[in-house]
């Protein structure tokens, strides 16, 4: 990754078997997921996981989720209780990871759970992100291919610009469906369970399956995304807005216009996929600030709004 422009890679066999090459040579890659862009490399090596932190420039007490190709493998990685099996059936492969307790046999070097004793998994449900962990053998780390507190890529175009050489390259799998990280769930030994960042799979979904999940969590950090202050578009950003003043990009949801509208329909699975892509084109912007129409909690809105509070913190 030495001052050269990331390879292009197509998310086809031939683009697979070079990235495989790459990432089994300790080389990390961009690859698309489902929910965003990830910045994959071998969990089990120190010195490629050292390459990821490098390249986002991400503090080292905030643990890494390790992507796996198949509830066997995770199994070799944590240990399952009867909850964790549940929803691994029922949300495997998708978008939704699980902090579990590790294995102390766990080839995971310790830099990836940043020294807890859990781990986060998720088996994620995109084609060229599944062909390529089969392909490597081993469960991949991947946190998003940005710089770190930054806006998440939901495309190549965005990996590009946010990590430049920092990267060696790049499979082009289009704009990510999902277009938010996964939704984190902690499951505790001796049973509950909580809710550690919002994503596309809603708290509504994890109940039906779980029933409530217990008293509030402690402050550490225990999984991505829980830093006040994450997901920033470099511009003062202002939520909640109708009326946006002249020196601000808008937003726009539903009935509320703006120079990017997440959804004019009111959808929120729409407005999921296009959150990042509008914060990219505000960041873009010749305007100083930035405001953001409302938008509905309920949902996938939960995870909209998460993201939105920590980009505005």
Known sequence: MGGKAPERLAANADGIARAAELLLAGTPVAVPTETVYGLAARADSEAA???????????????????????????????????????????????????????????????????????????????????????????????????????SPTTPEHVARSLGTGVAA?????????????????????????????????????????????????ARIEAPGQLTQHYSPGKPLRLEATDPQDDEFMIGFGTVPGQCSLSETRDLAQAAARLYACLHEAAASTKPRIAVAPIPAEGVGAALNDRLRRAAA
């Not at 066997?72 to 399952?80: H, I, S």
């Not at 310790?110 to 053998?137: K, W």
């Open 170 to 218: 790049i499979v082009e799998g289009g704009a990510c469906r999902r277009g938010v990280e996964s939704t984190i769930v902690a499951l505790r030994e001796g049973g509950g369970w909580h809710l550690l960042r919002p994503g596309p799979i809603a708290l509504e979904e994890l109940t039906g399956v779980l029933g409530a999940p217990a008293e509030a969590a402690d």
């Open 49 to 151: 996981v050292a390459e990821v932190f490098r390249a986002k420039g991400r503090p080292d007490f905030n643990p890494l989720i390790v992507h796996v190709g198949s509830l066997a493998q995770a199994r070799e990685l944590a240990y399952f209780s009867e909850d964790a099996e549940t929803l691994a059936e029922r949300f495997w492969p998708g978008s939704l990871t699980l902090v579990l307790p590790a294995r102390g046999d766990s080839p995971i070097v310790p830099a990836v759970t940043a020294g807890l004793p859990t781990i986060a998994l998720r088996m994620p449900d995109h084609p060229a992100m599944r062909a390529l962990i089969e392909r490597v053998g081993v469960p991949l780390a991947a946190p998003s291919a940005n710089r770190s507190g930054e806006v």
